[in-house]
């Protein structure tokens, strides 16, 4: 894939807040891709810099190897889905979708051919005389996306695209979007700060924090390979024991011994966090062998969740509770009820240090 988008060094600040502090990105064409982040890390900002409403203080922007700061944004092969959907009230779905078209000058046969086809891609065709508000909320999404979609733009913004929906619909939409990016071949960039449906639907994602990409990679390297705490934290469930590198993992912290974990080059006595996923951790009951590496904890509640166990255990001297993930099949299961002894093991290489 080649790219489509290169942002280089790009700066924002809203006067004392720093909203972007050197970005560096490329997006490829044809890619989906998520800008993910927890509330104010700057992902709207950047989204409305490609847009052309806001102007970077600093930095470069290209789209195509042409400069994009200085184009306006109406002349920006770039459209832009908003949250609140932005339908004109007053319109059959079918104008609100032909309108960016005829303010373009497309006119009878072709505009008529290509509003059916972007309706027909969404599944409005039988409500194409009906005005928005006879709309569900789903179906008034599905508008703003054929509107934004019927002027083939080479890439669409979506700023959390799926908030206004509820959590059924949101699911649906999750696949329908990327059914969309792929049947279109247009590169689709979603602001989110539901790092769930980013995983399940970007090609690539940048985990962003207090203005800068704290990661950047696909959702798999994410969630295996975080570069640091906060990504850790950020993505799904994970467990942070604190301590120092030491030979073989960690010396944890409140624990007098090394906990296994792959070093990553650490050099002994550097402060760090070991990473383990809650699916990763193997608990059995009774307490561990001598020999062994298990951690001994009691169980300190038990969820079910439906296909999953999740548990809690406390190990004394670890500030908090291991959280494991155990697979509803497994035999063990009776025995593991709140107060039980257990014992908490992971393989070396399951377990990452983590600094920062
Ligand atoms: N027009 C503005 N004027 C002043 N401050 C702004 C403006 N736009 C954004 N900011 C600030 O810049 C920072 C980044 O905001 P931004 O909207 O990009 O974050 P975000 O990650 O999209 O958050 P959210 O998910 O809450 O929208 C925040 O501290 C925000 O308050």
Same mark, same amino acid.
């Given at each position: 894939m080649?790219g489509?988008?290169q942002?280089?060094?790009?700066e924002k600040s809203f ?9 560096d ?6 890619e989906?891709?998520?800008?993910l ?5 700057g992902?709207t900002t950047?989204?409305r810099?490609?847009?052309g409403?806001?102007t ?7 789209l195509d ?13 770039i ?9 004109f009230?007053?319109m059959t ?5 032909a309108y960016?078209l ?22 409005l065709?039988d ?9 569900s909320?789903g179906q008034?999404?599905?508008?703003? =996306?054929a ?8 890439l669409?913004?979506l700023?959390e ?6 959590k059924?619909?949101?699911?649906q939409?999750? =696949? ?8 279109t071949?247009?590169?689709f =960039?979603?602001v ?15 985990l962003?924090n ?7 990679g696909?959702p798999r ?5 975080p ?6 934290d950020?993505?799904?469930l994970m ?7 030491a030979p073989?993992? =960690? ?5 007098d011994?090394v906990?296994?974990a792959?070093?990553?080059?650490l050099p002994?006595?550097?402060p760090a ?6 699916e ?5 009951p009774?307490?561990p ?8 904890g ?10 999953d ?11 908090r509770p ?5 697979g509803?099949?497994?035999e063990s299961l009776?025995e ?19 600094t920062?």
């Amino acid at each position: 894939m080649t790219g489509l988008i290169q942002i280089a060094a790009v700066e924002k600040s809203f006067g004392p807040v720093v909203a972007l502090a050197g970005i560096d990105l490329e997006i490829r064409e044809n890619e989906f891709f998520a800008l993910l982040g927890p509330s104010g890390c700057g992902k709207t900002t950047l989204l409305r810099i490609l847009a052309g409403f806001e102007t970077p203080d600093r930095g470069r922007i290209a789209l195509d190897g042409r400069d994009l700061v200085a184009m306006p944004a109406n002349r920006r092969p770039i459209n832009m889905m908003f949250q609140s959907y932005a339908l004109f009230p007053h319109m059959t779905v079918e104008g609100n979708v032909a309108y960016g078209l005829e303010m373009e000058g497309v006119r009878g046969p072709e505009l008529k051919r290509r509003t059916a086809e972007a309706l027909a891609m969404v599944q409005l065709e039988d409500v194409a005389r009906r005005k928005p508000h006879l709309l569900s909320g789903g179906q008034r999404q599905r508008v703003a =996306l054929a509107r934004a979609l019927v002027k083939r733009p080479r890439l669409l913004l979506l700023d959390e695209p799926l908030a206004a929906l509820d959590k059924k619909l949101r699911d649906q939409m999750r =696949l329908e979007l990327k059914r969309l990016q792929h049947e279109t071949g247009i590169t689709f =960039l979603i602001v989110t700060h539901d790092q769930e449906e980013a995983l399940v639907m970007a090609d690539r994602i940048a985990l962003m924090n207090q203005g800068q990409i704290a990661q950047l990679g696909p959702p798999r390297a994410l969630y295996e390979e975080p570069a640091n705490r906060f990504v850790a934290d950020f993505i799904g469930l994970m467990n942070l024991i604190e301590g120092r590198a030491a030979p073989g993992g =960690l010396a944890a912290q409140g624990l007098d011994r090394v906990l296994p974990a792959a070093e990553g080059g650490l050099p002994a006595g550097t402060p760090a966090s070991l990473a383990i996923r809650p699916e990763r951790i193997r608990v059995r009951p009774g307490t561990p062998t001598a020999s062994g590496d298990g951690l001994a904890g009691r169980v300190e509640s038990v969820a079910y969740l439906g296909q999953d166990l999740i548990l809690h255990v406390r190990v004394v001297g670890l500030a908090r509770p291991l959280v494991a993930r155990l697979g509803a099949g497994q035999e063990s299961l009776p025995e593991m009820t709140e107060g039980a002894a257990v014992a908490c093991e992971w393989t070396k290489e399951r377990a990452r240090l983590l600094t920062n």
